[in-house]
């Protein structure tokens, strides 16, 4: 379908693009890959005065890792880009699994991770891993930046802290502590490919036993916004790691989520599998870690 | 509103064309160049069919503003075999790029509408993974819809076309 029209914005500076969005606020909206927003304009879903892409603003699509900041993915780093990336798949493995598992080939071409971050969908594929390894969001206004944890960054579907006249920058996912393993699961009523009906992202650090010294857990689609599976963690940290422990924490992630039943999944059949893949998680999560 | 002027690379020549900021880079391969093989299905990036190359990469070009085509290369299907389409289809006296040629072969073809698509996406499948598996041949074929083969002879063709690629290097 023919698009809605538009002024297209393309600034090649931070500045200038955050002096846009003050300019314009309200109408005016942010095109990254254009692979959400190109289908909400599409759909009428949005109909803005001004599209500005930030594809020309330089610098923003690098990846690198540094042994004190830990990995940063600059917001134009496409899906495909973390999917293969050797500094990711080195050091962040599960974030080239959630890349590689988000949508199609063409659309990881087009895509980035930061896009799939700043959507908000609760069911977004790069959310759950990231708020498992507690990245950080730097988002700048052209005049100051700050760093947004990514607990405090969603506030419901489509929603982010982000101020109107504010880019994400970068994502920073620090360093993961010794025998730390993470992992990243999904569901989907079709395939890989498919939009999640549910998906976990967990990390968990051993203590040189076999006991877990802390743990976070990350469940999407299960929410307004991607849930933290509280009681599960409370309950394992100081547990020796077993099929009894991993199996109780799953229990308790299920008490956690509040789904909604949808064209993907029902509410019950969500709460079961967040059961299945919590325990799937932190199963191989609590392996590579000891690995 | 105004038009803007930019060039566009498409299949090595440069064009030069005056389009809306909100016309898709579908949109202006098929209405104003002419070039009909990439197909427009879904619109909405989940069928493939309009499927092209942006410096070797796979793109849906019905997602993608031809205003942000700009100083990039783009390849469709009508670039794979140039000889072919000057010689309006006939397809006994020219080169065919191996997969069309594979596709043609295994049966992988029925309506056709597809088929651009398809290969365009082989093309990027095959330029990182010469050697593909099964599994990795369906997996690059995630983002390509097919109504009529049921995808085994399209997976067929291109294993044939990596082995006739690998074979001939
Ligand atoms: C066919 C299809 C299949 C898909 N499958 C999946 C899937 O399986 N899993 C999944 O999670 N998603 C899926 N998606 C959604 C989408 O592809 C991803 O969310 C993608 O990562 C978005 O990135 P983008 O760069 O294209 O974002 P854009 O569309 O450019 O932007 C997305 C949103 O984020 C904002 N934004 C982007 N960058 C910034 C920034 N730097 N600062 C502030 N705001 C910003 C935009 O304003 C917009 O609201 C699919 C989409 C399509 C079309
Ligand atoms: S027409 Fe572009 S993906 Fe379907
Ligand atoms: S051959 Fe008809 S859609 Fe594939």
Same mark, same amino acid.
């Given at each position: 379908?023919?698009?809605?029209?538009?002024?297209?914005?393309?600034?090649?500076?931070?500045?200038?693009?955050?002096?846009?969005?003050?300019?314009?606020?309200?109408?005016?909206?942010?095109?990254?890959?254009?692979?959400?927003?190109?289908?909400?304009?599409?759909?009428?879903?949005?109909?803005?005065?001004?599209?500005?892409?930030?594809?020309?603003?330089?610098?923003?699509?690098?990846?690198?890792?540094?042994?004190?900041?830990?990995?940063?993915?600059?917001?134009?780093?496409?899906?495909?880009?973390?999917?293969?990336?050797?500094?990711?798949?080195?050091?962040?493995?599960?974030?080239? &699994?959630?890349?590689?598992?988000? /949508?199609? %080939?063409? =659309?990881?071409? @087009?895509? $980035?991770?930061? #896009?799939?971050?700043?959507?908000?969908?609760?069911?977004?594929?790069?959310?759950?891993?990231?708020?498992?390894?507690?990245?950080?969001?730097?988002?700048?206004?052209?005049?100051?930046?700050?760093?947004?944890?990514?607990?405090?960054?969603?506030?419901?579907?489509?929603?982010?802290?982000?101020?109107?006249?504010?880019?994400?920058?970068?994502?920073?996912?620090?360093?993961?502590?010794?025998?730390?393993?993470?992992?990243?699961?999904?569901?989907?009523? &079709?395939?890989?490919?498919?939009? /999640?009906? %549910?998906? =976990?992202?967990? @990390?968990? $650090?051993?203590? #040189?036993?076999?006991?877990?010294?802390?743990?976070?857990?990350?469940?999407?689609?299960?929410?307004?916004?991607?849930?933290?599976?509280?009681?599960?963690?409370?309950?394992?940290?100081?547990?020796?790691?077993?099929?009894?422990?991993?199996?109780?924490?799953?229990?308790?992630?299920?008490?956690?989520?509040?789904?909604?039943?949808?064209?993907?999944?029902?509410?019950?059949?969500?709460?079961?599998?967040?059961?299945?893949?919590?325990?799937?998680?932190?199963?191989?999560?609590?392996?590579? /870690?000891?690995? | 509103?105004?038009?803007?002027?930019?060039?566009?690379?498409?299949?090595?020549?440069?064009?030069?064309?005056?389009?809306?900021?909100?016309?898709?880079?579908?949109?202006?391969?098929?209405?104003?160049?002419?070039?009909?093989?990439?197909?427009?299905?879904?619109?909405?990036?989940?069928?493939?069919?309009?499927?092209?190359?942006?410096?070797?990469?796979?793109?849906?070009?019905?997602?993608?503003?031809?205003?942000?085509?700009?100083?990039?290369?783009?390849?469709?299907?009508?670039?794979?075999?140039?000889?072919?389409?000057?010689?309006?289809?006939?397809?006994?006296?020219?080169?065919?790029?191996?997969?069309?040629?594979?596709?043609?072969?295994?049966?992988?073809?029925?309506?056709?509408?597809?088929?651009?698509?398809?290969?365009?996406?082989?093309?990027?499948?095959?330029?990182?993974?010469?050697?593909?598996?099964?599994?990795?041949?369906?997996?690059?074929?995630?983002?390509?819809?097919?109504?009529?083969?049921?995808?085994?002879?399209?997976?067929?063709?291109?294993?044939?076309?990596?082995?006739?690629?690998?074979?001939?290097?």
């Amino acid at each position: 379908m023919t698009l809605p029209q538009f002024t297209y914005l393309a600034p090649t500076s931070l500045k200038e693009a955050c002096d846009l969005l003050r300019e314009h606020q309200g109408k005016i909206k942010i095109k990254a890959g254009g692979t959400d927003m190109i289908v909400r304009l599409s759909h009428r879903a949005v109909k803005p005065d001004y599209l500005m892409s930030i594809k020309k603003i330089p610098g923003l699509d690098k990846i690198s890792y540094d042994a004190a900041t830990g990995l940063t993915i600059g917001a134009l780093a496409l899906l495909r880009d973390v999917e293969i990336n050797e500094d990711v798949l080195a050091h962040a493995p599960m974030l080239a &699994r959630a890349a590689h598992q988000t /949508a199609t %080939v063409q =659309i990881r071409n @087009m895509g $980035t991770v930061m #896009g799939n971050i700043c959507n908000a969908s609760p069911s977004a594929d790069n959310i759950p891993t990231l708020v498992a390894m507690n990245a950080v969001i730097i988002a700048a206004n052209g005049n100051s930046e700050r760093e947004i944890p990514i607990d405090e960054f969603f506030l419901g579907p489509g929603r982010s802290a982000l101020a109107a006249d504010e880019i994400a920058t970068a994502i920073r996912v620090p360093v993961t502590a010794a025998l730390t393993g993470t992992s990243y699961q999904k569901i989907s009523p &079709r395939s890989k490919v498919d939009i /999640a009906a %549910v998906n =976990i992202g967990a @990390m968990l $650090t051993l203590d #040189g036993a076999k006991k877990c010294s802390a743990v976070r857990i990350s469940m999407g689609a299960v929410g307004p916004t991607p849930l933290r599976g509280a009681k599960a963690e409370a309950y394992l940290v100081n547990k020796e790691i077993c099929a009894e422990t991993l199996a109780e924490a799953g229990r308790l992630a299920a008490e956690d989520a509040s789904p909604i039943s949808d064209v993907r999944a029902s509410r019950e059949y969500r709460k079961l599998m967040v059961e299945v893949l919590t325990t799937r998680a932190l199963k191989e999560a609590a392996d590579l /870690a000891a690995a | 509103m105004k038009k803007e002027l930019i060039t566009l690379n498409v299949n090595g020549d440069d064009h030069e064309i005056a389009v809306f900021p909100w016309q898709t880079l579908n949109e202006v391969l098929r209405d104003e160049l002419h070039l009909t093989g990439t197909k427009l299905g879904c619109g909405t990036g989940d069928c493939g069919a309009c499927t092209v190359l942006i410096d070797g990469k796979s793109v849906s070009s019905c997602l993608t503003l031809a205003i942000e085509a700009e100083g990039v290369k783009i390849t469709t299907i009508e670039g794979l075999a140039p000889e072919a389409v000057a010689a309006a289809g006939d397809l006994e006296s020219c080169e065919l790029d191996p997969i069309q040629e594979s596709f043609i072969n295994k049966g992988a073809i029925q309506c056709g509408f597809c088929s651009p698509g398809m290969i365009m996406s082989s093309k990027f499948l095959l330029s990182h993974t010469p050697k593909p598996t099964e599994a990795e041949i369906r997996a690059g074929l995630s983002g390509n819809l097919c109504r009529c083969t049921g995808y085994n002879k399209i997976v067929d063709a291109i294993a044939d076309a990596a082995e006739k690629i690998n074979d001939a290097q």
